[in-house]
């Protein structure tokens, strides 16, 4: 089955770390951009951050520059988030999503996992 | 950062009507990189539609997308029960942007 499913997400205090990852199987990952997009409670959705099939390009929103960084793991078909200075702000539900391939820098996204949330509060 | 309006806000119709959901980008979005997702509570986005008229794999004909430039439209021909849901447009290429989303709900 094509599916990605994350993990990782939990409570958290402001300033604190936490790391997501993404566990993804039924396709070849090493093939694809992927991206984390989120959506806080309530709210729309929000594109956080994106890398290549061989990580060669990263981008991140400005939201979280800085702060959160993207990597993946080829030979795991896996993908992660290191979200470090964690603010109120970035309590959300963080899903994983795939990119198809296309002549952009960053696409659309054709799968979606079901998220995991992240809640920063004292 | 192009900023994506979608109207209106909520929609609320019965069965077998005709949905008609616009977006609106705040600047032209180019190669009409411009997607359609559908979310239903507790669940992810489901792409329905990206290049701003192309279907994605599995998606009923009964969605369709069209629009260029600045101006966006989604229609859904004849309302399903499974189709009242939220939906949000997408705009992609470098920094890519959602609207803040139109609800679809039953009348």
């Known amino acids: 089955e094509v599916q990605l499913v994350e993990s990782g997400g939990g409570l958290v205090k402001p300033g604190g770390s936490l790391r997501l990852s993404c566990a993804a199987s039924g396709f070849t990952f090493s093939s694809y951009s992927m991206n984390w997009v989120r959506q806080a409670p309530g709210k729309g959705l929000e594109w956080v951050s994106s890398i290549s099939s061989s990580s060669s390009y990263i981008y991140y929103a400005d939201s979280v520059k800085g702060r959160f960084t993207i990597s993946r793991d080829n030979a795991k078909n896996s993908l992660y988030l290191q979200m470090n200075s964690l603010r109120a702000e970035d309590t959300a539900v963080y899903y994983c999503a795939r990119q198809p391939p296309l002549r952009a820098i960053v696409g659309y996204f054709d799968l979606w996992g079901r998220g995991t949330l992240v809640t920063v509060s004292s | ?107």
């Open chain 2, 1 to 107: 950062e192009i900023v994506l309006t979608q109207s209106p806000g909520t929609l609320s119709l019965s069965p077998g009507e005709r949905a008609t959901l616009s977006c609106r980008a705040s600047q032209s979005v180019s190669s009409s990189y411009l997607a359609w997702y559908q979310q239903k509570p507790g669940q992810a986005p489901r792409l329905l539609i990206y290049g701003a008229s192309s279907r994605a794999t599995g998606i009923p004909d009964r969605f369709s997308g069209s629009g260029s430039g600045t101006d966006f439209t989604l229609t859904i021909s004849r309302l399903e029960p499974e189709d009242f849901a939220v939906y949000y447009c997408q705009q992609y290429g470098s920094s890519p942007t959602f609207g803040q989303g139109t609800k679809v709900e039953i009348k």
